[in-house]
C-alpha cells in the first residue's frame, strides 16, 4: 500500500517557478513509477510527466516539455515537480500517482493517488 500527499501548490504571476512535492509512505515506494497529472476545471485529468523508479528515465507531455522537470529522492520517499515560466493555461489541481507498470501516461495504469494541489498562474 501506497499512500500519496501532494504539497507545495499555490498562486503565482505566469512567468513564475513553482515547485511542488508528492511525500510517499509504503516502504514499497521505490519500486513504483510516479506521475503527476493535472485537471483544470470543466476538463479531463490529463498526463504532465512521469519518472521511472529510478529515476533514471522520465518523460513529459508536450504541453510542459522543456518548462517543467520531474525528479525522486527515494531516500526521502518524495517526488517533486519543478515547474517553470509558467502559464495562466498551467492552472489546474496537480495530483501525483504512482504505478507498478513503469512510466505511462494513462490514468488507469495508475494504482494510487494523492488528494491533489492547486495550482493557479495569474496573468
Known amino acids: 500500500q501506497v499512500q500519496l500527499v501532494e504539497s507545495g501548490g499555490g498562486l503565482v504571476q505566469a512567468g513564475d517557478s513553482l515547485r511542488i512535492s508528492c511525500a510517499a509512505s509504503?516502504?514499497?515506494?521505490?519500486?513504483?513509477?510516479v506521475g503527476w497529472f493535472r485537471q483544470a476545471p470543466g476538463k479531463e485529468r490529463e498526463f504532465a510527466a512521469a519518472?521511472?523508479?529510478?529515476?533514471?528515465?522520465?518523460y513529459y507531455a508536450d504541453s510542459v516539455k522543456g518548462r517543467f522537470t520531474i525528479s525522486r529522492d527515494n531516500a526521502k520517499n518524495t517526488v517533486y515537480l519543478e515547474m517553470n515560466s509558467l502559464k495562466p493555461e498551467d492552472t489546474a489541481v496537480y495530483y501525483c500517482?504512482?504505478?507498478?507498470?513503469?512510466?505511462?501516461?494513462?490514468?488507469?495504469?495508475?494504482?494510487?493517488w494523492g488528494q491533489g494541489t492547486q495550482v493557479t498562474v495569474s496573468s
Open positions: 500517482a504512482a504505478t507498478s507498470h513503469g512510466i505511462t501516461t494513462r490514468t488507469s495504469r495508475y494504482d494510487y
Open positions: 509504503g516502504r514499497t515506494f521505490s519500486s513504483y513509477a
Open positions: 519518472i521511472r523508479w529510478s529515476g533514471d528515465s522520465t
